[in-house]
């Protein structure tokens, strides 16, 4: 898939503002300071769509961007940060949750994790609730530039490792990425591409 056209379009934290137009989306999701805003970038071709900070959490809200004319990406805030106020993690997890149980526009989610890290616990909590709720996702493996090539399947055996061992029977599908150096643009982007025209083939939506 080839980024022709990527527009903002809308930030709230209400789900029933969300735009209502029947197409695809793809929301991204993970620990603040994953990378998250960079890989958006990175993915669309565009330096400054999603905005990006030296501080962790920034985004705290719903954001829908329309890619293509055709789909939206969503930007999600990121979940964990410890300076965020628990009044504010509140309120995020409460419409986060709204948002993946209630979107029917949603077609997959993609949770964000760093590569340099071992398995952290507030992102295999977060990956079993989207399993557990029957939600469609993928693995966005971020940062693969700041580890050696050798190294990378390593990290992610040990990933495996830990989801076999809460109960997954495989490894969803993952993608390695850096959006330093673009690896994993075209995964991502053909594995959207793919999901997208199996919809629009058998006019499968809402």
């Excluded at 735009?19 to 993970?30: D, K, R, S, V």
């Excluded at 964000?112 to 493996?141: M, T, W």
């Amino acid at each position: 898939m080839k980024i022709t056209s990527a527009e903002f379009i809308i930030s709230n934290s209400d789900v029933k503002k969300c735009p209502t137009e029947p197409i695809p989306e793809y929301a991204f999701i993970g620990r603040s300071n994953v990378g998250k805003s960079s890989l958006i970038n990175m993915l669309a071709d565009h330096k400054n769509l999603a905005k990006t900070s030296s501080k962790p959490g920034k985004t705290q809200l719903i954001n829908h961007f329309k890619i293509n004319q055709n789909w939206f990406l969503v930007d999600l805030p990121g979940y964990g940060y410890a300076k965020v106020s628990k009044s504010a993690k509140a309120t995020f997890q409460k419409f986060i949750t709204e948002y993946f149980e209630t979107r029917e526009q949603l077609v997959s989610a993609f949770v964000l994790v760093d590569i340099r890290h071992e398995a952290q616990k507030i992102d295999i909590d977060f990956i079993n609730y989207l399993g557990e709720s029957g939600i469609p996702f993928g693995i966005i493996f971020t940062k693969a530039d700041k580890i050696s090539k050798g190294s990378i399947q390593k990290h992610v055996s040990a990933y495996k490792k830990v989801l076999l061992a809460n109960d997954w029977e495989e490894m969803p599908p993952y993608f390695v990425t850096s959006s330093e150096s673009s690896l994993g643009k075209d995964e991502v982007l053909n594995y959207i591409d793919q999901i997208n025209q199996d919809i629009f083939k058998n006019n499968s939506f809402v």
